[in-house]
């Protein structure tokens, strides 16, 4: 792996395309794809990250749900990396909670999310696999999955009084 890649910001033109497709899954680029995007987002503490947000148009998503300062009630559950992923909604119930973006610093929002979703996707070997996600996981996963519809968390907001600044959101989890 050569240099770390900046993660994109808002405004980023990548962070509003739809990711395509991947359909060669022993391509060496989509390889160190896998390899950076694990990296960037262990070294940043996300929960999860998606392939347009470093740079790379592809559908690829990693969900990595654990606690973290930002997330500390957070269920811990091992990464996976799901590639050219759909989903299907299991409980129609949408609940609001806080999300933030490695792609927008600085603030956090109260976002509307289904609550259990049934995850279609390919793993790394380009094999089938589902998988169902609820509550914490389903969230990070949705959150994800929009960044590869050329969408952020911002986007699913009913109302702008729902974003706080990074400094009050820690005081309203902390409370």
């Known amino acids: 792996m050569?240099?770390?890649p900046e993660i994109a910001q808002l405004g980023a033109d990548i962070l509003r395309q739809q990711a395509r497709e991947v359909d060669d899954f022993s391509c060496p680029k989509f390889l160190?794809?896998?390899?950076t995007l694990q990296a960037v987002m262990l070294e940043s503490n996300g929960v999860g990250i998606a392939a347009p947000q470093i740079g790379a148009s592809w559908q690829v998503v990693i969900i990595a749900s654990r606690p973290?300062?930002?997330y500390p009630h957070a269920p811990d559950m091992?990464?996976?990396i799901m590639v050219n992923p759909s989903f299907q909604v299991l409980n129609a119930n949408r609940r609001k909670d806080w999300e933030g973006c490695?792609?927008?610093p600085g603030i956090r929002a109260l976002v509307p999310r289904y609550q259990s979703v049934r995850v279609n996707y390919q793993n790394a070997l380009g094999q089938h696999e589902q998988m169902i996600l609820?509550?914490?996981p389903a969230r990070v996963f949705q959150h994800e999955f929009d960044h590869l519809q050329g969408l952020v968390y911002l986007d699913r907001l009913e109302s702008n009084r729902d974003i706080v600044s990074e400094t009050e959101f820690f005081k309203r989890i902390a409370a």
């Open 32 to 35: 160190a794809l896998l390899e």
């Open 134 to 136: 609820d509550d914490f």
């Open 2 to 4: 050569t240099e770390k």
């Open 68 to 70: 973290t300062a930002r």
């Open 78 to 80: 091992s990464p996976v």
């Open 102 to 104: 490695l792609s927008v």
